[in-house]
């Protein structure tokens, strides 16, 4: 996430999921979700998003509807 949002600054960041300590599942899903929605977008590289998938264990889905979208707005 670091990485993606040093390359593109102007990433509108409300949209990164609250911490939850009484429910870190819940946290980890809407983490994934944000994630999902910064490879959509182009903020994270492809090689970035299958390291991503490969620590997942809750499944994983490129075109879910339920993915953030994250509009990308230009760095200048």
């Known amino acids: 996430?670091?990485?993606a949002h040093?390359?593109?600054p102007k990433i509108d960041?409300?949209?990164i999921p609250a911490s939850n300590s009484e429910n870190p599942q819940t946290e980890l899903i809407y983490l994934n979700r944000?994630?999902?929605g910064l490879?959509?977008?182009g903020a994270i590289a492809y090689?970035?998003?299958e390291e991503f998938k490969k620590?997942?264990?809750?499944g994983f889905s490129y075109n879910?509807?339920?993915d953030e979208e994250i509009e990308m707005v230009p760095n200048d």
Do not use: W
């Open 1 to 3: 996430l670091e990485q």
């Open 6 to 8: 040093a390359r593109f």
């Open 13 to 15: 960041r409300k949209q």
């Open 34 to 36: 944000y994630v999902c």
């Open 39 to 41: 490879a959509r977008c």
């Open 47 to 49: 090689q970035e998003l």
């Open 55 to 58: 620590s997942l264990t809750t």
């Open 64 to 66: 879910s509807d339920l």
